[in-house]
């Protein structure tokens, strides 16, 4: 009999139609089916150490530390799409099959970053401030998305989807990927990492939506950040090492950029004293877009997750599977 554990919290209703698909499967809950998907509450991973000792297969985030106290592992199955810190050599044997949650997340974030990009654009964090100080004053002249000239690096499902509202707001997207060369009918021009220089100082607007691998950390440096058009804002929700802080509020402060919208930061959390925070054109939010707070999030991973469980209890090939190189879902 297989045996799996599960780390994130799961409704008895959710419970059933998962035990439905692995019927002669034996499932431990590590949180109590009372558990609100949106509680910061962790299991007690003592009370559970002979239950992990044995798990085949394992749904959730699992703590790093535990692997190597889980020799029957299988199959891990994550409730998120980056999996690099699964990837380094030594914590997963390669004989257990990693699957992540890629697909899970794109409305969440490419809503989040609709409204960030936005908000910078009729300056509501400048007003936002005006109310702070009591303060009716008028902050000046704004901007549309219509017309203005997008740059997308990272055209995966959150890219993607970021890139289909923007053309639906009227916006010219240039997308920028590392393989496939379809042109999909949301973009108006592609090319590949190679050609970033070039394409940054004809951009409004720089969303990110990458992986952290070595080739994409520093990506946007202090040379690349001048060379954006100015004026420009910049939107960051895959890894905060993509882009360098220090750098980048140099550029803000400067005026050189018109904001930023970041939802990941280098160092997170960012330090209370981060000169980050005090600047007005800059956005932050705490690595929340992507979490349970939409709960069409947290639906579609368990859809994903009892997918992949069907394929794996019929012995098909897992479809999420990780590419170990780059910590996300291989490419389809």
């Not at 139609?17 to 962790?42: C, H, V, W």
């Not at 060379?227 to 980048?248: F, S, Y």
């Not at 950029?257 to 005090?278: I, M, S």
């Not at 991973?301 to 990780?322: H, K, M, W």
Request: one cysteine or more; charged letters at 25%.
């Amino acid at each position: 009999m297989k045996k799996v554990v599960v780390y994130i919290p799961v409704e008895p209703e959710n419970r059933e139609r998962i035990q439905a698909i692995a019927k002669d499967y034996e499932f431990t809950y590590l949180l109590p089916p009372e558990t609100d998907i949106m509680s910061p509450a962790k299991p007690d991973f003592r009370a559970f150490a002979e239950e992990l000792r044995e798990a085949d297969i394992s749904f959730g985030v699992q703590p790093i530390n535990l692997i190597k106290k889980m020799p029957k592992l299988s199959w891990v199955h994550l409730s998120m799409s980056g999996a690099d810190a699964y990837c380094v050599p030594g914590v997963l044997p390669e004989t257990t099959a990693l699957t992540c949650s890629t697909g899970a997340f794109g409305q969440a974030i490419s809503e989040h970053m609709l409204a960030c990009t936005l908000a910078l654009y009729k300056k509501l964090p400048l007003y936002r401030d005006n109310m702070a100080e009591g303060l009716w004053k008028d902050r000046g002249t704004v901007r549309s998305p219509e017309g203005a000239r997008v740059l997308v690096i990272g055209l995966g499902d959150i890219g993607g989807r970021y890139a289909k509202l923007m053309k639906l707001l009227g916006a010219h997207v240039t997308g920028v990927r590392r393989s496939g060369f379809g042109l999909p009918d949301y973009i108006d021009e592609l090319y590949h990492s190679e050609s970033i220089d070039t394409l940054l100082p004809k951009a409004d607007i720089v969303a990110m939506a990458l992986p952290n691998t070595p080739s994409t950390a520093g990506m946007i440096d202090k040379r690349r950040l001048a060379l954006m058009k100015p004026g420009a804002i910049i939107l960051n929700v895959g890894r905060g090492n993509a882009i360098d802080t220090d750098a980048l509020c140099d550029a803000l402060e400067s005026g050189h950029l018109g904001g930023c919208a970041l939802d990941v930061t280098d160092p997170e959390p960012l330090p209370k004293d981060h000169r980050l925070w005090k600047i007005p054109t800059a956005l932050i939010t705490p690595h929340i877009s992507g979490f349970f707070h939409l709960r069409r999030t947290y639906d579609n991973i368990i859809d994903i997750f009892c997918a992949e469980l069907e394929r794996y209890v019929s012995g098909r090939p897992l479809q999420n599977t990780v590419d170990r190189k780059s910590g996300y879902r291989k490419t389809i």
